[in-house]
């Protein structure tokens, strides 16, 4: 009997034990976190869901997935006909929602590479859907002195960079110190070429605040474009070398016009000519007259404004008569009409030509 009641204790204590330690492992699995079971997300192979799969590290600074190959870090693919391969999204004011960075110092390194063989795609779309503020759909920055922070690259006769709005501006350069806004470069065609299907538009346009609108330089950069003017124009190639030149089959190449300055100034400083004209020249302050038979004077009125520094110069185109000359001519500043005698009266009708300058 003492025998079997200690192998029932025995047993009885070894049965006790063994639920207690079963217990422990269940209170254990119990108060520790669960982990992923390693069947969900399967390496080397396609892991297929019909929800979202999110990893989310909660540490400051941390870095929630990354992906590293010899050809691609990370790839994004649809299915569909429309969507985004890649999305990244934020809500903080200061944060960026995707960024490219590549540290290489050599060789054609590429923060973001982009290629569409569609037609009519975009390799990238940029969209800024803020109705208000300054928003900027792509922001382009480099320190570098000789660094460029967009480029624009088209083989064959594409475009290398096309600007394009609605109602705005389609490109705006811009340089905060002596830099350039905006320069365009033409190794065997045009540099700058400005078009507009309006007929009420400037293909291109140039503004100054005290400046100078518009400057063209042939040859080196000279001297600086003087202050307060529309256009510039400085040719430093030889003697003939254009600095403005303006052309017109039919119609009028170049067309001054003024309310009370100077439309046209010609000056020359040295022994050049302040005035070329090669052809025939139009005065609108000149014209003709005919000193009738009989009369000894002829009135004209010019059409313009005769003052004290008027000057009119005659020239007789005939003979009106023997002994009879040119005598005078005499101006009315009232009446802006001016006369002209003769020595005597004509024994013909003599026409003669006038010039106004005033």
Same mark, same amino acid.
């Given at each position: 009997m003492l025998a079997f009641s200690d192998g029932l204790q025995s047993r009885r204590a070894l049965l006790g034990g063994g639920l207690g330690a079963l217990a422990a492992l269940v209170v254990q699995a119990l108060t520790r976190p669960l982990p992923v079971a390693a069947a969900d997300v399967v390496l080397g192979t396609t892991n297929t869901a019909t929800t979202r799969t999110a990893i989310i590290n909660s540490a400051a600074g941390g870095t929630g997935f990354l992906g590293q190959g010899a050809a691609r870090g990370v790839e994004g693919r649809i299915s569909g006909t429309s969507g985004f391969a890649v999305v990244g999204t934020t809500s903080q004011g200061n944060a960026t929602a995707v960024r490219a960075s590549n540290s290489a110092t050599t060789g054609n390194a590429y923060g973001v590479?982009?290629?569409?063989?569609?037609?009519?795609?975009?390799?990238?779309?940029?969209?800024?859907?803020?109705?208000?503020g300054v928003a900027i759909a792509v922001d382009a920055e480099t320190n570098a002195p000789d660094a460029v922070a967009v480029q624009g690259t088209a083989g064959g006769t594409g475009t290398g960079v096309v600007g394009q709005s609605q109602f705005g501006d389609g490109v705006i350069g811009s340089s905060g110190a002596a830099g350039v806004g905006v320069r365009g470069r033409?190794?065997? #065609?045009? @540099? *700058?070429? %400005?078009?507009? !299907?309006?007929? $009420?538009?400037?293909?291109?346009?140039?503004?100054?605040?005290? #400046?100078? @609108? *518009?400057? %063209?330089?042939? !040859?080196?950069? $000279?001297?600086?474009?003087?202050v307060a003017t529309g256009v510039y124009g400085q040719a430093d190639q030889g003697a003939a070398s254009v600095g403005v030149m303006g052309r017109s089959p039919t119609g009028t190449a170049l067309d001054g016009e003024t309310a009370d300055g100077v439309a046209l100034k010609a000056v020359a400083t040295g022994t050049g000519r302040a005035l070329q004209a090669s052809g025939p020249v139009t005065f609108s302050t000149s014209g003709v007259?005919?000193?009738?038979s009989g009369f000894a004077q002829?009135?004209?009125?010019?059409?313009?404004?005769?003052?004290?520094?008027?000057?009119?110069?005659?020239?007789?185109?005939?003979?009106?008569?023997?002994?009879?000359?040119?005598?005078?001519?005499?101006?009315?500043?009232?009446?802006?009409?001016?006369?002209?005698?003769?020595?005597?009266?004509?024994?013909?009708?003599?026409?003669?030509?006038?010039?106004?300058?005033?």
């Open positions: 590479f982009a290629t569409t063989s569609s037609t009519s795609g975009h390799a990238i779309r940029a969209v800024a859907s803020a109705t208000t033409g190794q065997f #065609g045009i @540099g *700058v070429f %400005g078009e507009t !299907g309006f007929s $009420g538009k400037a293909g291109i346009l140039g503004e100054a605040a005290s #400046g100078t @609108g *518009v400057a %063209g330089y042939s !040859g080196s950069v $000279g001297q600086d474009p003087p007259g005919t000193i009738p002829k009135q004209i009125t010019p059409g313009v404004d005769l003052g004290p520094q008027s000057k009119v110069l005659i020239t007789l185109n005939g003979n009106p008569g023997a002994g009879i000359t040119l005598h005078r001519v005499l101006i009315n500043g009232t009446t802006d009409i001016f006369t002209v005698f003769l020595t005597g009266p004509a024994t013909v009708d003599t026409r003669f030509c006038w010039f106004v300058i005033s």
